[in-house]
C-alpha cells in the first residue's frame, strides 16, 4: 500500500519508513489497530452513503456533506494519504463505578479519558 501516489522511489521509500515507523508507535499510543489510504476520492462510496440515507441508517454523528466524506480534498488542503487509527472499548474495567440510588453516573470510552503529557 503506497502512502503518496506521486512519488518517485526515493520519495516512496521515505513514506514507506514513515508509515512503519507509525505502526510500530500505534500501540505505545493506545491505538489498537491502523490503516493507511490514498486520498484518492472514494468514488465508489458515494451509491452507498445515499442509499443508507434514503433508507435512513444514518446516525446523526456522519458529515451530512456527503461530498466531504467522499472527496478528501473538500475539507483537507491537498492530502496524499489518510491515516484511520482504531481504538477499542475496554471489555471490563477495573474497579467499576457502582450504581447508587437517586445518583448519576456513566462510562467514558477510553478514547475519551485523556491524559496529562509533561
Known amino acids: 500500500m503506497e502512502l503518496k501516489t506521486n512519488t518517485n522511489?526515493?520519495?516512496q521509500a521515505g513514506w514507506d519508513r514513515l508509515k512503519q515507523e507509525i505502526i510500530e508507535a500505534a500501540p505505545s499510543l493506545?491505538?489498537?489497530?491502523?490503516g493507511f489510504a490514498t486520498?484518492?476520492?472514494f468514488l465508489s462510496l458515494?451509491?452507498?452513503?445515499?442509499?443508507?440515507?434514503?433508507?435512513g441508517y444514518?446516525?446523526?454523528?456522519?458529515?451530512?456533506d456527503i461530498d466531504k466524506r467522499v472527496y478528501p480534498?473538500?475539507?483537507?488542503?491537498?492530502?496524499a494519504s489518510l491515516i484511520s487509527i482504531a481504538v477499542a472499548y475496554p471489555s471490563k474495567m477495573?474497579?467499576?463505578p457502582k450504581s447508587e440510588p437517586g445518583q448519576r453516573r456513566g462510562i467514558l470510552a477510553?478514547?475519551?479519558w485523556g491524559k496529562i503529557i509533561i
Open 9 to 11: 522511489i526515493a520519495d
Open 30 to 34: 493506545g491505538i489498537d489497530d491502523i
Open 39 to 41: 486520498a484518492d476520492p
Open 46 to 55: 458515494k451509491a452507498v452513503l445515499l442509499d443508507r440515507r434514503a433508507k
Open 58 to 64: 444514518e446516525s446523526g454523528f456522519e458529515e451530512p
Open 73 to 79: 480534498g473538500l475539507t483537507l488542503e491537498q492530502p
Open 94 to 96: 477495573n474497579n467499576p
Open 110 to 112: 477510553r478514547s475519551a
